[in-house]
């Protein structure tokens, strides 16, 4: 699936790859992370994972280049909302088309963002990148940022630092450049 020079339809090929994962907060997105890692795995990407109490859920990074500070880490969520009372004219977990449009559960929020930065990985471990690239995809961002607490804590505890994040939730096409942030008292 991956390819060395992805192009759009690389991206919605794996935009439809992913929205098949039924990863709706209630639900476990193992399968999903096991498919991205293994994938990785396959074009000789390491990755980590850090799970909730339960094991169910994870939180994936992984790293392309060099393992050393600095580099981007490209940030995503892979925990959706339920469809659940909402009127769908086509199945939420299958990609469909209609007038240049993609459709299914988390195309925008945020699978579409995910499934780039996936789609994009075999082209980066070619490139002999000078500094690192990193997935960060974590789990339950819908129910309030839960899962990235973990992997946030593993960043800190035991990887390199990054030099910034890009966190690829939906802005309408517009750079938003901080969060107001929060702080549990």
């Known amino acids: 699936m991956l ?3 992805p192009t759009a339809q690389d991206c919605i090929a794996a935009l439809a790859e992913l929205v098949k994962f039924d990863t709706t907060s209630r639900n476990s997105n193992l399968e999903l992370i096991n498919f991205v890692q293994s994938e990785l795995s396959a074009i ?3 990755s980590r994972l850090t799970f909730d109490e339960q094991k169910t859920k994870a939180n994936l990074w992984a790293t392309i280049g060099p393992d050393i500070e600095g580099g981007v880490v490209l ?3 892979t925990d959706v909302v339920p469809v659940d009372g909402q009127n769908w004219s086509s199945d939420p977990l299958e990609l469909t088309e209609r007038d240049g449009r993609l459709f299914a559960r988390g195309t925008c929020d945020m699978k579409g963002f995910v499934a780039c930065a996936f789609a994009h990985a075999q082209a980066m471990a070619k490139a002999e ?4 690239v990193h997935f960060a995809f ?7 940022c839960v899962g990235v607490q973990g992997l946030i804590k593993d960043m800190q505890e035991n990887l390199p630092k ?13 750079i938003v450049g901080a969060h107001k942030g929060g702080e549990a008292v």
Not at 138 to 144: I, K, T
């Open 3 to 5: 390819q060395l020079e």
């Open 44 to 46: 000789g990407i390491k």
């Open 75 to 77: 940030s995503g969520h």
């Open 129 to 132: 990148l000078k500094v690192p």
């Open 138 to 144: 974590s789990y339950d961002e819908e129910v309030g």
């Open 162 to 174: 990054p030099l910034a994040v890009i966190v690829g939730e939906p802005t309408s096409m517009q």
